[in-house]
């Protein structure tokens, strides 16, 4: 019989043992549950909300008082978590846990007894033994491992049916549908049953008269100056959460112009139901008085005393005393330059108090990563409003060090590496900062010119000079300086060396640049404004050399030319210069997994800025490669966390475009774009997809060769996954990929010969879509995140029309770019995004 039918009967025959093995687990799932109930016990296997209109379910969804047990996925029943909550109750012992708290307490009490005379010994057992002890106690109270990480089963009890339907009511009714009706509609198969929660909202009551009532005339005109800020419009809803929204938003208000003992309780609503009619709701927002003054004071600065050195000892008796800017530094030695300082101050004499300006001050300050702490607080006594400053200088001085194992998917043996940094905190005296860093370390990784074999990489690099300046090193007057200490602003000059030794090749790139940094909002802020970073680099040079190329290497690189890939121009000596804007976007802290965020960052590049204006005369005696390019790239991502399923759902959408427009009409090779990888199209390897639907065959076999990276200048990526807690540190997800890489012209060689063909972007680029599927482990160790993500073509576009979907063909090992789809394993730290 021909192999290739043996082999094609063992692999159905492994399909059906599959399909098989996961029914007898899902059939072993459903008899874990139910078995084990006792009589009148149901198990509550599904809850639903039906009919809202207005009102989002998963809102109403948060206030289940019971939920079914957790499943690995919705559509596959299988309750992991009761199986092994299961599994650890029946090996779960009380009386043998206790005995054995009983035999560790005697065990430590004889060592402590023969240790009685030494106080640190006895310590130190009592310490060991209460840990003991601690760890039993837990186990006591939450259960072994596997109950911990398990969970027992959700057995129906109306009471918490009765209960959560009363909860939706009153949400209800917070929201304004004082007349809603909830209905528990409760359903039973066999052992399990499912609830209904069927919502009738009613017709909401609106805001009709807002009526603001405060015994004090200066605090009604603050109040009603911002009444397009109010949380409560005439119209809108009655909801509760903008009430307690609107008592923020006073409060605030109040702390910015000065009112610095104003609390949130002074301000309450009179709401009522009846006096108009028609559902319409009359609104009094009641500004009380302070009982014991009468009045709401307003507080004005009268002096500003700002400590530099604060908890630092000194052999000095009293502090040195300087004014700058009405401002009192008050320090045993000047250190920071007072102009440089005081454009981070936003709080001065004669100002009135204000939150907003306090924060301001303390968080620049902060960011100036030159105190250990800053504190600010007012003295009130005296009659007299103080605003104290208080700071403490970091070590001047900082060494940091690294020692680590490089592991990524490039690689085929994991290397050691170095990684040190030296800071210098205020090196001139104005807040400065200079650093050096650098990094060795030693790879081994695939070789470029011997398919299958494993060459040493060493890497020696860094920042040689690095020096940022707290301020924008432009020639703006001292006023618009200070203005613009909210931002954060920084200037950096850094010059780099990068040095790469590989059996293939010796390569040296030299790089110099000048950065603007800064900021706006903040990092942390849960708010609708996003936090956003800018960096705009004014220069970014980089001379590059590679020398010391073998002839292996010289062949690929030779072949790499033949196919049009580029492969081979980032061995080019060349000079790229550019500058570029980087903005990013971040909103209500993306990533996080309490919140509903997104991520958008933006990139505009212009290379060859630099020789448009001085020309390329002076880069002609050595022989450098020079690029002229335009480029665009836009980055957004999404963050939606499903409180009830447990899990998040995320995705990222990717574009962008470099457009060449120098007399070699190519973008430098690192700046070109390329698609597949562990954070890309996941199904192939690291820049191995596209460009378009060009197929690199392998001459030899005839199979798709993806042995050479594809740079392209045109790219478009879709991202979704789903993300879920598996067990302990242990994730898993789910996902799906779809994109390529283009180019915008045809890649025609000396000869006039098209060498990637299907690679330039048309009006039918959709066709070329590649698409791939996969799932992935995620083990959060909280100091790092591992990624292992196991990648599947869906749709390959580099094969032939009518051959493209490939899904069925896949398999465990094997050649990528073979007649079977083989599996690609990536991996991967933190997530893909």
Aim: hydrophobic share 35%.
């Amino acid at each position: 019989m021909p192999f290739e039918i043996i082999r094609g009967r063992i692999r159905k025959l492994r399909s059906n043992h599959l399909l098989s093995y996961l029914l007898f687990i899902v059939i072993l799932s459903g008899c874990i549950g139910t078995r084990n109930l006792e009589d009148g016990q149901y198990l509550l296997n599904r809850q639903q909300i039906k009919g809202t209109k207005n009102v989002e379910s998963d809102d109403l969804a948060v206030l289940y008082q019971h939920r079914p047990n957790k499943k690995v996925l919705k559509v596959f029943p299988i309750s992991l978590y009761t199986w092994m909550y299961q599994i650890g109750s029946r090996k779960f012992d009380k009386a043998k846990i206790q005995n054995k708290k009983v035999k560790i307490s005697e065990k430590f009490d004889k060592k402590i007894a023969r240790y009685t005379g030494n106080k640190t010994k006895v310590a130190k057992i009592e310490s060991r033994k209460a840990s003991k002890l601690a760890k039993k106690d837990d186990v006591l109270k939450n259960g072994n491992s596997f109950m911990q990480n398990g969970e027992p089963l959700s057995i129906y009890d109306t009471a918490l049916a009765v209960s959560t339907q009363e909860k939706m009511g009153k949400y209800l009714q917070s929201k304004g549908y004082f007349h809603n009706t909830v209905d528990l509609e409760v359903k039973a198969k066999g052992k399990r049953i499912s609830v209904i929660y069927r919502i009738d909202e009613g017709i909401p009551y609106t805001l009709d008269s807002l009526v603001l009532i405060t015994g004090d005339t200066l605090v009604t005109q603050l109040i009603k100056s911002t009444a397009k800020s109010s949380m409560l419009k005439r119209g809108d809803n009655y909801d509760t959460k903008k009430l307690d929204q609107e008592i923020v938003r006073i409060e605030n208000l109040m702390k910015d112009n000065g009112y610095f003992e104003f609390l949130r309780g002074y301000v309450e609503f009179a709401v009522d139901t009846a006096i108009l009619g028609n559902r319409k709701i009359a609104v009094k927002t009641i500004v009380n008085t302070p009982s014991k003054r009468g009045y709401h004071k307003v507080f004005k600065i009268d002096t500003v005393i700002f400590t530099t050195d604060a908890n630092v000892p000194s052999s000095q008796l009293y502090r040195t005393h300087h004014n700058y800017n009405r401002v009192t530094y008050r320090f045993f030695e000047e250190q920071y330059a007072k102009k440089i300082m005081d454009r981070r101050l936003f709080i001065y004499p004669g100002n009135l108090y204000s939150k907003t300006s306090t924060f301001s001050t303390q968080r620049q300050l902060a960011n100036l990563d030159m105190f250990k702490f800053v504190n600010i607080n007012y003295d009130t006594t005296g009659n007299r409003f103080v605003a104290n400053i208080f700071t403490s200088p970091l070590d001047r001085n900082q060494l940091t060090h690294e020692i680590g194992i490089n592991v990524t998917a490039n690689q085929r043996v994991p290397g050691p590496f170095y990684d040190f940094n030296f800071k210098n905190r205020n090196t001139f005296g104005g807040l400065e900062i200079f650093e050096f860093n650098g990094h060795l370390g030693i790879n081994g990784v695939a070789s470029y010119s011997n398919e299958g074999a494993i060459a040493n990489s060493r890497e020696l690099g860094g920042n040689l000079f690095s020096l940022t300046l707290p301020d924008f090193v432009f020639p703006l007057g001292n006023n618009m300086k200070s203005k613009l200490g909210e931002l954060n602003p920084r200037t950096q000059f850094s010059l780099g060396y990068e040095f790469v030794n590989r059996i293939d090749f010796t390569r040296d790139n030299f790089s110099a640049q000048v950065k603007y940094f800064w900021q706006k909002g903040q990092s942390r802020a849960i708010s609708q404004q996003p936090f956003a970073r800018f960096i705009f680099a004014l220069a970014d040079l980089n001379l590059i050399d590679t020398r010391n190329i073998s002839d292996e290497f010289q062949e690929e690189l030779d072949e790499s030319e033949r196919l049009g890939t580029r492969f081979y121009r980032a061995f080019e000596p060349s000079f790229v210069s550019s500058m570029y804007l980087q903005s990013t976007f971040d909103f209500n802290q993306y990533g996080s997994y309490q919140n509903n965020s997104s991520y958008l960052r933006t990139f505009v590049e212009s290379g060859g800025t630099f020789l448009n204006v001085y020309g390329t005369k002076f880069l002609e005696g050595d022989s450098l490669e020079n690029y002229k390019f335009l480029k665009f790239n836009i980055d957004y991502r999404k963050f939606i966390p499903l409180p009830v399923q447990g899990g998040v759902i995320a995705y990222r959408i990717n574009t962008g475009v470099g457009i060449p427009y120098g007399d070699n009409k190519i973008l430098p090779y690192e700046k070109n774009f390329f698609a597949g990888g562990s954070s890309s199209v996941r199904a192939w390897g690291p820049r191995r997809l596209g460009p378009g639907s060009y197929s690199p065959i392998n001459e030899e076999t005839g199979d798709i060769d993806y042995n050479f990276e594809q740079p392209g200048e045109v790219i478009m990526e879709v991202s979704i996954e789903y993300r879920q807690k598996l067990i302990g540190f242990l994730d898993w997800a789910i996902f799906f990929d779809a994109g390529n890489i283009w180019t915008i012209r045809d890649d025609v060689g000396d000869d006039g010969e098209i060498r990637r063909p299907g690679g330039k972007f048309e009006g039918d680029f959709y066709k070329d879509i590649a698409l791939g599927t996969g799932m992935g482990f995620r083990m959060d160790f909280t100091f790092l995140i591992l990624r292992l993500d196991m990648g599947i073509k869906v749709y390959e576009p580099a094969r032939p029309e009518g051959e493209r979907w490939v899904l069925n063909k896949f398999k465990f090992g094997g050649i990528e770019g073979s007649t079977d789809n083989s599996v690609i394993l990536n991996i991967g730290i933190g997530y893909p995004f």
